[in-house]
Structures are given as structure tokens and as C-alpha cells.
């Protein structure tokens, strides 16, 4: 969500929910690696860490108070007063902050193949689940479709520099955060319009959820193999 924090706020079941299955995840993940897994991140203001500074959206959080409680007491573009959920996972797994948000590596050609290979967050404040939600509310937003599309470039980008086999190694190790879908049942309120009506949108909002992590042969369900945690097999 975006300057209205509301919402967010009435959210909070919501979003902790997301929050045990992507914690859920990183245990497994790191349980069968040993190492810390490169991390993916995707989804909404609450995982967002800038995405929205490059984005012609009114969902912006790159202003003060936002950021007050950094040492260095600047707004980064998270929709919180210091780090948000995203960093807080990462740092379980002894990283010092979130990975940088994709449009952000996509502004140094010279450093972009480095720093994907150090993990990537494609999360966008105001997005949810289908496309068309934040597009009325906020304006320009990255759908987790259009996410997903973002990875399957990164993806293509690593197994250029790793080649096929270890690169699939790479992705089997990783771990995919995913935190998204209360900007779905907050937006029809916001915008007082209904793209999908309410019995219809839970069922909906499932089939959408399951189609886009699995888009291609190199689905994100199938990248995450044996680790895939019990949270996202639901479905
Ligand atoms: C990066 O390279 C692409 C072509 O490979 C170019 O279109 C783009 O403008 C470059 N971006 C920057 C920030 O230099
Ligand atoms: C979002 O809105 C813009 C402008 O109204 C439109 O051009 C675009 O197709 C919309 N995108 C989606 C995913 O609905
Ligand atoms: C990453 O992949 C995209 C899509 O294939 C390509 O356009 C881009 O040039 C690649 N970037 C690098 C740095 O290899
Ligand atoms: C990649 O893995 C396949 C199947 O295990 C193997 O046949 C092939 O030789 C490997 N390629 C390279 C470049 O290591
Ligand atoms: C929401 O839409 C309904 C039906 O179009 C209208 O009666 C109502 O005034 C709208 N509410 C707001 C807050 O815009
Ligand atoms: C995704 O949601 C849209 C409504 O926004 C719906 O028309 C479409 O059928 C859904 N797709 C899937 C695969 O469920």
C-alpha cells in the first residue's frame, strides 16, 4: 500500500500469514543447503524495498518519516520506518539487508551480472495477484505476473553466465520469498469497483496465484524442487 496506511494496518492477519509460509520456506531451504540460499523476493509493500522510486505510481514511500529509523535516517523507498519484512527474513540467514530491487541493478549494465547472482527483489508497493489490481488505485504497479517475467529474464541473464547445469543448481538452492495478495481485497474498496466479484474471488485469486508460478518449464514450483515448503504445495 501506498501513503494510506490503513489498509495496511488492517491487513496485518493477512500479511503475518504470508509472512509463516515465506518463513516457513527459508527454513527448509537453508535446512538443505547448509549455506545461505541466494534469495528471490516478490510481492507488495510489504517486501518491497524500492522497487516503486522507478515507477511512474503514486504508491511511493521514498519520503520522510518513511526510513526515520535507519542510522542514516533516510526514506529508501520501503513502505516502513526502518527495515521491512523482507530484510527481516534475509537477515535470519545472516544477510544485513534485503537483496536491491531489480529496476534498481537494471541502471548499471556493468554491475547488473554481478549483483543478480546475489539474489534480486522484484516486489512492488500496491501490486497484488492479478494485474489489474493497484493499476485504478495507484497507478503504474508490478503485477506478480509481470514479476515473475522479471525473474524469467534474470533467470535467462545467470544460466548465460552460470550455463545450464549449474545454474539449475543455482536456482535449486535458492530461496523465493513471496509475500502478496491483500492489495487483491483492498483495492475494490478503494476504488469502489469490482473486477471480480466477491464469491468468485478467493477461487480466483487461487487459480492466478497457482498460473503464475507456474508459467513456463522452468516454473518457480519446479526451480524450488524437493525444498518447495508445504505453504506453497497447498494448492
Ligand atoms: C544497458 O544496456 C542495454 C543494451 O544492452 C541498453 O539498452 C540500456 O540503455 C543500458 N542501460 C544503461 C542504464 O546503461
Ligand atoms: C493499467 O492502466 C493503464 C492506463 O489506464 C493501462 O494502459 C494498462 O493497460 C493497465 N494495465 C493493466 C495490467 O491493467
Ligand atoms: C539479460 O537478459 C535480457 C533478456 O534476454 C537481455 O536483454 C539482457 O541484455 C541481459 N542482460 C545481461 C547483462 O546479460
Ligand atoms: C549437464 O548435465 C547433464 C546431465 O547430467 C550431462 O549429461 C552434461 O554433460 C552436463 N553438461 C555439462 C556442461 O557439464
Ligand atoms: C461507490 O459506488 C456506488 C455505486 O456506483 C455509489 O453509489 C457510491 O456513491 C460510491 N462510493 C464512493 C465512496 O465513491
Ligand atoms: C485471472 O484473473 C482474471 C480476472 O482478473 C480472470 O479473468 C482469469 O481467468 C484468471 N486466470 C486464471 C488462470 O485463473
Not at 23 to 47: E, K, M, N, R
Not at 72 to 79: D, I, L, V
Not at 127 to 138: E, F, R
Not at 193 to 216: F, G, H, K, W
Request: aromatic share 8%.
Amino acid at each position: 500500500m501506498a501513503g494510506a496506511s490503513s489498509p495496511l494496518l488492517s491487513s496485518r492477519k493477512n500479511s503475518n500469514l504470508l509472512l509463516l509460509c515465506a518463513i516457513g520456506t527459508i527454513l527448509v531451504s537453508a535446512l538443505a543447503d547448509g549455506g545461505p540460499p541466494v534469495v528471490f523476493i516478490f510481492g507488495d509493500s510489504t517486501v518491497d524495498v524500492g522497487t516503486n522510486n522507478y515507477l511512474p505510481t503514486r504508491a511511493k514511500a521514498n519520503f520522510y518519516y518513511n526510513g526515520i529509523d535507519f542510522s542514516h535516517a533516510q526514506p529508501t523507498g520501503r513502505f516502513s520506518n526502518g527495515y521491512n519484512s523482507a530484510d527481516l527474513i534475509v537477515k535470519q540467514l545472516g544477510y544485513k539487508q534485503s537483496p536491491p530491487p531489480f529496476l534498481a541493478l537494471l541502471q548499471d549494465n556493468s554491475t547488473f551480472q554481478s549483483n543478480v547472482l546475489q539474489g534480486v527483489n522484484f516486489a512492488s508497493g500496491g501490486a497484488g495477484i492479478l494485474d489489474a489490481t493497484g493499476n485504478q488505485t495507484w497507478g503504474d504497479v508490478i503485477s506478480l505476473a509481470q514479476q515473475v517475467q522479471q525473474f524469467a529474464t534474470v533467470q535467462g541473464n545467470i544460466t548465460g553466465i552460470l550455463g545450464q547445469n549449474k545454474s539449475a543448481e543455482f536456482f535449486a538452492g535458492s530461496l523465493f520469498v513471496i509475500s502478496i495478495g491483500s492489495n487483491d481485497f483492498f483495492d475494490p474498496i478503494l476504488d469502489n469497483e469490482t473486477i471480480v466479484p466477491e464469491p468468485d474471488l478467493m477461487a480466483v485469486l487461487r487459480s492466478n496465484y497457482t498460473a503464475q508460478l507456474t508459467v513456463d518449464t522452468n516454473s518457480i514450483l519446479q526451480l524450488l524442487g524437493d525444498n518447495v515448503s508445504p505453504c506453497l504445495r497447498k494448492h
